[in-house]
């Protein structure tokens, strides 16, 4: 592949990247606790496959999604703007702009969820391993990767939604 071979742009302003206007893939009554979750997808903008990259931003009393840990798939979150609430099943932390949190495969649940009367503005990166499942530990419900490549949403048991 050559220079010009190079999918999209060679650099653009974060915030001004198209919104991902597709709904929620949880289904309700989960879809609508993050509601208030508007995500730019970076990566894809520039044919990034290995990882993907989010500018997000969650309005007051939104979460970014369900409490939740990936099997195989790594995830890191970077705070530009706001004071989100990190959420995990092992406590809570007070996040500020500037701070950084990640969160291993396989590791602790997590979430954020902005408690402020104010936007919470982040970056959240993702990798893409292959094989993926997500646990939701407080909900009836699991994601797993269906036959035609695409997550899906099942209850616990296997049944779908």
Known sequence: MTDTDTPGPLA???DSAPPNTRPSL???????RVGGRKRHPLGD??????????LTTMRPGSQSA??????????????????????????????SPGMCAGFPAGGVAHQLVNRTDGDVVYLEIGDRTGGDDV????????????????????HKDGRPY
């Open 26 to 32: 949880y289904p309700q009554p989960f879809a609508e």
């Open 135 to 154: 646990a939701y530990p407080n909900d009836d419900l699991k994601a797993v990767i269906g036959p035609d490549g695409q997550w899906q949403m099942i």
């Open 45 to 54: 903008l520039f044919g990034l496959t290995n990882f993907g990259v989010n």
């Open 66 to 95: 369900l409490l939740h840990r990936h099997r195989r798939q790594d995830e890191f979150i970077y705070v530009l703007q706001g004071e989100p609430t990190l959420v995990t099943d092992r406590g809570e932390v007070a996040l």
């Open 12 to 14: 653009i302003r974060a």
